[in-house]
């Protein structure tokens, strides 16, 4: 087995071994933060799965895309657009670990340089980056086709994974819809 065999494999694997908890976290954030007793509602919109929780805090979005395996259906990775706490946008990407931190994570729409998200946090099974969103961001993915998210291995190698941007921009128009009702 030559060595780029054996590094597509090993990240193969890692993508394989990423179960549904980072998309699940964050759906029981969006839960938690609109409080005791959140009424949830789900819209698939293209690729995109607007979630909404109202509740004792008021009501809590996110917009996200899941990327699963087609044997088992297990996640590996998820793109999650989420209000901060200071009124803004961001997105988050998790993907599995074994990955460089240091450097970050590149975002590219269409092939072309879009943003540079840093990491954040890395458990066990996930580790996600974040950046904050701006207009020229959203004009980007809202013209685009495709959101390539890009890491480097512990190997260093490239690693990229890809996010369809099919009904992104209706999707973002829901989200913002419904974080600001």
């Known amino acids: 087995m030559n060595g780029l065999f054996r590094s597509f494999l090993a990240a193969t694997a890692a993508l394989m071994l990423l179960a549904a908890a980072p998309a699940t976290a964050q759906e029981e954030d969006a839960d938690a933060a609109a409080g005791v007793g959140a009424k949830t ?10 979630t909404c929780s109202e509740g004792s805090k008021g009501k809590r979005c996110i917009i996200q895309q899941r990327l699963a395996t087609k044997e088992k259906r297990q996640v590996v990775a998820s793109a999650t657009i ?25 975002l590219a729409v269409d092939g ?28 980007k993915l809202a013209k685009g086709t495709a959101l ?6 512990l190997r260093g190698k490239p690693l990229g994974l890809q996010f369809t941007l099919e009904g992104f921009t209706k999707a973002y128009a829901a989200f913002k819809k419904g974080v600001t009702q």
């Not at 509602?41 to 607007?50: A, R």
């Not at 997105?91 to 074994?98: E, F, N, Q, S």
């Open 148 to 153: 390539g998210a890009t890491v480097q291995t």
């Open 112 to 139: 072309e340089e879009a943003a540079k998200a840093a990491f954040r946090t890395c458990g066990p099974r996930a580790c996600q980056a974040a950046v904050i969103i701006d207009q020229d961001l959203i004009n």
């Open 41 to 50: 509602t789900t819209e698939t919109i293209g690729s995109w799965t607007v």
């Open 82 to 106: 989420r209000l901060t706490q200071e009124g803004g946008a961001e997105l988050i990407i998790a993907m599995p670990t074994g990955v460089v931190i240091g450097p970050g994570m590149a």
